[in-house]
C-alpha cells in the first residue's frame, strides 16, 4: 500500500465586525457547513478583531450553527475594534493567527471591517471578506444582506403610521439608519409611499420641505409623512446632527436629531402639527428575509469556497444574481450613494 498522503485540514477563522444585521448568523453557519464539506475546521473570534487581539474563541461545529436562520444579530458577538488604534495591534493580529494555526479568516462587515482586512492582508494576513450592511452603502457589491430586511421593518412602520398621521392631520417623520446614505430612506420610502424622502446625498431646503406639505393640504391631503435618513441635513447648515462628539475607534459620531429639528422647522414655518419616530437599533434587528438569508447563505458558501482556495485579499459580492469576488485593494474608502435616478423616481411622488 503506497504511503497516502492525507491532506491536513485547514483551520478557518471567522470574524463579525461593526453593526450587527439579520443575515449575520446565516453566513456563519454557510461558512461552517461548506468548511466541513471540505475536511476544514472552524473557529469564530468574539467581538470582531478584539477577539483576536485576545484570543477570545467560539468554537463553532454543526451543532453551534443549527437553528440559527432565523436568528437575527450574530452570536460571534461584534465589535468596533480598530487594531490599528492599538500598539503592535496589527502585529498581534498576525501573531495569534500564527499561534492558532488559523490558515485562512473570513471577515463580516462593513467598510471599516474590510479596509482594516485589506491593510491586514498587505501585511500577510490570509483574509477573505464579507460585505455586511443593512445601509447597502458599500461599494462593488449590488447588495449586502441585512438591507432588505432593514427595508421591509421601516416600511411596516410608514404603513402603521399613516393611520394615526391621516387620522390626526399630523405631519410624521420617521427618521432611519444611513449616516452617509440614504438607502433605507428611498427603498423604504417608495415602498412605504412617503411624502417625502430626505437623504445625506441630497442636503434639502426645509422650506421646499414645507411647500410640499403646504401643496398636499391644498388637494385636502392633511397629513404627510416624511422619511429622513440620521444623515440628512439642511442646505443652510451643511452639517450632521449628532447625539453626542464622542467617536467611535474609527472616528465615527453617533448621529440622530435630523427628525426633531425637521419637525420643530414644520411647526414653526407652518403650524401644522408634527411627531418623530426614530427607528434606531430597531432597522438591525429581527429575523431575516427569505432574500437576506439565501444571500447570506450565498456569500458564506463562496467564502468558504475561497478560504480553500487561498483566495485571499479579495471579497465576495453579488454582481446581477452571480456571485463573485473581488479585490479587496479595489475597495476604496468611500461609500456607494444612493443611484440618483432612483432618487428621481421616488420625487416624482413627493408631495
Ligand atoms: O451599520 C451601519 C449603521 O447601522 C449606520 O446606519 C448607523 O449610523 C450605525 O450603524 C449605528 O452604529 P452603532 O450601532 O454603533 O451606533
Not at 433605507?184 to 422650506?207: H, N, R, V
Not at 404627510?224 to 450632521?240: D, L, M, Q, T, W
Not at 448621529?255 to 407652518?270: H, S
Not at 461609500?335 to 411622488?349: G, M, N, R, T, W
Request: with cysteine; net charge neutral; aromatic share 8%.
Amino acid at each position: 500500500m503506497p504511503f497516502a498522503f492525507t491532506r491536513m485540514n485547514k483551520i478557518i477563522g471567522i470574524l463579525t465586525g461593526d453593526g450587527d444585521c439579520p443575515g449575520i448568523n446565516a453566513v456563519i453557519r454557510a461558512v461552517v457547513r461548506k468548511s466541513i464539506v471540505y475536511g476544514n475546521t472552524v473557529i469564530g473570534f468574539r467581538k470582531s478583531w478584539k477577539g483576536i487581539l485576545e484570543k477570545d474563541i467560539y468554537p463553532l461545529d454543526m451543532n453551534a450553527v443549527s437553528d440559527l436562520m432565523a436568528k437575527g444579530g450574530t452570536i460571534l458577538g461584534s465589535s468596533r475594534t480598530n487594531p490599528f488604534k492599538y500598539e503592535e495591534g496589527p502585529e498581534t493580529i498576525l501573531k495569534h493567527l500564527r499561534e492558532l494555526n488559523v490558515e485562512a479568516l473570513v471577515a463580516v462587515g462593513s467598510l471599516d471591517t474590510l479596509m482594516v482586512a485589506e491593510k491586514l492582508f498587505e501585511r500577510g494576513c490570509p483574509v477573505v471578506g464579507i460585505p455586511k450592511t443593512i445601509d447597502n452603502d458599500l461599494p462593488l457589491t449590488d447588495r449586502t444582506f441585512g438591507f432588505d430586511t432593514a427595508i421591509s421593518t421601516v416600511t411596516e412602520v410608514i404603513d402603521r403610521v399613516h393611520s394615526t398621521a391621516e387620522s390626526h392631520d399630523r405631519v410624521i417623520i420617521i427618521e432611519v439608519m444611513g449616516r452617509y446614505t440614504g438607502w433605507i430612506a428611498t427603498y423604504a420610502g417608495i415602498a412605504g409611499g412617503a411624502d417625502c424622502i430626505l437623504i445625506p446625498e441630497k442636503p434639502f431646503s426645509i422650506d421646499d420641505v414645507c411647500k410640499l406639505i403646504r401643496r398636499r393640504h391644498q388637494r385636502g391631503k392633511d397629513f404627510s409623512i416624511i422619511v429622513a435618513a440620521e444623515g440628512a441635513r439642511p442646505k443652510e447648515h451643511n452639517r450632521f446632527i449628532v447625539k453626542t462628539d464622542r467617536v467611535d475607534e474609527f472616528g465615527h459620531k453617533q448621529l440622530g436629531g435630523i427628525g426633531n429639528f425637521i419637525a420643530q422647522e414644520i411647526e414653526r414655518l407652518t403650524g401644522f402639527e408634527t411627531r418623530v419616530t426614530i427607528l434606531g437599533p430597531m432597522q438591525r434587528g429581527g429575523a431575516p428575509t427569505a432574500f437576506d438569508r439565501v444571500l447570506a447563505t450565498r456569500f458564506g458558501v463562496k467564502a468558504a469556497d475561497m478560504a480553500e482556495r487561498g483566495a485571499y485579499g479579495k471579497m465576495v459580492s453579488l454582481q446581477g444574481n452571480d456571485i463573485i469576488e473581488v479585490k479587496l485593494s479595489d475597495l476604496i474608502d468611500k461609500v456607494k450613494p444612493v443611484d440618483s435616478a432612483l432618487y428621481e423616481i421616488a420625487e416624482v411622488f413627493f408631495g
